[in-house]
C-alpha cells in the first residue's frame, strides 16, 4: 500500500483528534490543524520539507496563541463557592445559636447542616449568605442589611 503524502498527515491529524477526545486538552486540537495544515500544503504540491514547516508553524502558533487567550481569560471561582456549580451559594439561612466553635446546626432544605461562620469578628444570630458548600457544611457570612 502507497499512501501518499497528504493521506500520512489527514491520518496523523485524525490521530491527534482522537488522542484530544480521549486526554480532554485542547492543545492537541490545535497540533491536529498544523496537521492538517500539512496536509493543506501537500496537496499544493509542496516538497515535504515545506509540509513539515508549515506543520510545525500553524502547529506551535495555535498553540501558543490558546495559550496565551487561556492566560489572559479570568479564572472561574473554586467549585465550592460557585454558583454555577451549586445553586445553594449565595441563599440566605437564619442561624439561631452560635457555639464556641464558630458552627452551629441548622435546617436547610429539609436536613441539619453543620454550619461554619467565615467573616470578622464575632457572629450574631440571625441572617446569614450562604458563601460556600464544603461536603455537608455550608460555610457562611452574615447577611447584608
Not at 15 to 20: G, M, N, P
Not at 44 to 61: K, M, R
Amino acid at each position: 500500500m502507497d499512501w501518499s503524502n497528504s493521506t500520512i498527515w489527514w491520518v496523523a491529524a485524525g490521530v491527534l483528534v482522537v488522542a484530544e477526545l480521549n486526554a480532554g486538552s485542547f492543545y492537541l486540537l490545535m497540533l491536529a490543524l498544523g496537521c492538517a495544515a500539512g496536509a493543506l500544503a501537500a496537496h499544493a504540491g509542496l516538497p515535504s520539507s515545506w509540509q513539515v514547516v508549515v506543520a510545525a508553524a500553524i502547529g506551535s502558533g495555535a498553540t501558543a496563541l490558546w495559550h496565551f487567550k487561556r492566560a489572559r481569560a479570568p479564572r472561574s471561582a473554586p467549585a465550592e463557592s460557585n454558583r454555577d456549580v451549586n445553586l445553594d451559594v449565595g441563599e440566605r439561612i437564619r442561624i439561631p445559636v452560635w457555639d464556641e466553635t464558630l458552627s452551629s446546626r441548622v435546617e436547610y432544605r429539609g436536613s441539619l447542616w453543620t454550619v461554619q461562620f467565615r467573616g470578622s469578628g464575632k457572629p450574631q444570630p440571625g441572617e446569614h449568605v450562604i458563601v460556600a458548600v464544603q461536603g455537608n457544611r455550608l460555610i457562611v457570612a452574615p447577611a447584608a442589611p
